[in-house]
């Protein structure tokens, strides 16, 4: 069983940063990947950024690259996602999310694992 809280959400103007933070608990040797999904109103849930056990491999969705930034230690069990220069169109509710497979893939449907979210929401 694998347990993932999300903490950090918040409110702020736009150009702001903020970081967002996964805590792992449970099985967590069974984790490889942990990624980052957001849903805004409305809308579908999409992938933001993934990253694989080792941190080598790292993506990114197109409207994020350069501004956000994904990390993780494992020795502590935690990931981050670092968003800087936010912008409305980034306000959304922001989930952690993890897969046992090696691979950082960006389909929702790959990740077992799933945190209750946290919401971002960005003013102009």
């Known amino acids: 069983q694998v347990r993932l809280v999300e903490s950090g959400g918040g409110l702020v103007q736009a150009g702001d940063s903020l970081r967002v933070s996964c805590e792992v608990g449970?099985?967590?040797?069974?984790?490889?990947?942990v990624a980052w999904f957001r849903q805004a109103p409305g809308k579908g849930r999409e992938f933001v950024a993934g990253?694989?056990?080792?941190?080598?491999?790292?993506h990114y969705a197109d409207s994020v690259q350069g501004r956000f930034t994904v990390s993780r230690d494992n020795s502590k069990k935690m990931a981050w996602l670092q968003m800087d220069k936010l912008n409305p169109g980034d306000t959304a509710l922001y989930y952690c999310?993890?897969?046992?497979?090696?691979?950082?893939?960006?389909?929702?449907?790959?990740?077992?694992?799933w945190g209750q979210g946290t919401q971002v929401t960005v003013s102009s």
């Open positions: 990253l694989s056990r080792n941190g080598r491999a790292k």
């Open positions: 999310a993890a897969r046992n497979g090696l691979i950082v893939t960006r389909a929702k449907e790959d990740y077992a694992y």
């Open positions: 449970g099985d967590f040797e069974s984790i490889n990947v």
